[in-house]
């Protein structure tokens, strides 16, 4: 395996039928980091890591797992390479087991049985019954352990905890921090934004077939905005907020009763100024997909202004 970065894509384009798929992509995934690729569906995420896995030709532009053409080197690039689909569909007549067994024997390199065991034991993966029994997270511990078995140093990952349930995906997530720190790379594609914040080092956004803004974990909490809903025993005006830093009205109810307010940062300022005010009821919740892109783009973006978000 050569120094190469684990992934180098540039200018790369594909299109289907003369229709938008992915426009000009450029980013490098740094040996060791967990990189997530965040987007909503039909961003073009997928078809990204289609083209990675040479599943996908290239319209134009060209990457690069390890020094390796994704395209014409694709056999060899997916030794290296631990991949889980965001549609997992797996051979339902076979047993969890058997399966396992299956993909096993399309690897050159022997599976090691102490991590295999490790492995089992972790994600409480069901062997005996028939897959088609199996339910939708127990399908998706399956192909995660299918994966993770020969301990690649590349692991691709496109919605991997779709299926599971929230303590599942709490020990998931945590092995991926492990795996990453045992020096692996893995390319983490998501739309659930709270996840990627939770373990990524770095975050590619990606909107519309195009990349939107590369940036640090710390950087996207610090610019994406949380709602937050207040309900109050009596109207308050709005303007009460004016003035605080970080903090926005949205929205305000008819009666003047509920306000809702995007918060970026500036939390004891804010409390501070509530503690005035008749609040009865207060809904913080976490922060989502399109708070991220509403910093970074809008619709009239030129690609000008794209680009520099980018760089």
């Not at 289907?16 to 909503?40: A, C, K, M, W």
């Not at 972790?122 to 998706?140: A, C, M, P, T, Y």
């Amino acid at each position: 395996m050569s120094s190469s970065p684990p992934i180098l894509v540039e200018r790369l384009t594909r299109t289907y039928d003369g229709q938008r798929g992915i426009t000009d992509l450029t980013f490098t995934v740094q040996s060791g980091e967990i990189f997530g690729f965040l987007g909503p569906n039909g961003a073009g995420k997928t078809t990204t890591i289609r083209v990675l896995l040479g599943f996908l030709r290239p319209t134009s532009g060209h990457a690069q797992i390890f020094g390796l053409d994704c395209w014409n080197r694709s056999t060899t690039v997916k030794e290296y390479v631990g991949y889980v689909p965001g549609d997992v569909r797996l051979w339902e007549n076979m047993t969890g087991a058997q399966f396992l067994q299956f993909m096993a024997a399309f690897r050159s390199s022997r599976l090691d049985p102490t991590r295999q065991r490790m492995l089992l034991e972790r994600f409480r993966v069901e062997l005996d019954r028939r897959i088609k029994h199996l339910s939708r997270g127990n399908r998706q511990k399956l192909a995660l352990v299918q994966a993770l078995l020969h301990d690649p140093p590349l692991l691709i990952l496109d919605e991997p905890t779709s299926g599971l349930d929230p303590l599942m995906q709490h020990e998931f997530l945590s092995f991926l921090r492990e795996e990453r720190d045992r020096g692996k790379t893995i390319f983490l594609s998501s739309h659930q934004l709270p996840e990627v914040e939770r373990v990524a080092d770095r975050v590619a956004i990606i909107r519309e077939g195009r990349l939107v803004a590369i940036l640090t974990v710390d950087e996207l909490k610090r610019r994406r905005t949380r709602p937050m809903e207040l309900t109050f025993a009596h109207p308050v005006d709005p303007q009460r907020f004016d003035g605080l830093p970080g903090v926005r009205v949205l929205a305000v109810s008819d009666d003047g009763r509920r306000i809702e307010l995007g918060i970026q940062d500036n939390l004891p300022a804010l409390f501070h100024r509530l503690a005035d005010l008749p609040v009865v009821d207060m809904v913080y919740a976490p922060p989502d997909l399109e708070s991220a892109f509403l910093a970074y783009y809008q619709a009239e973006t030129t690609p000008a202004a794209r680009e520099e978000a980018v760089s």
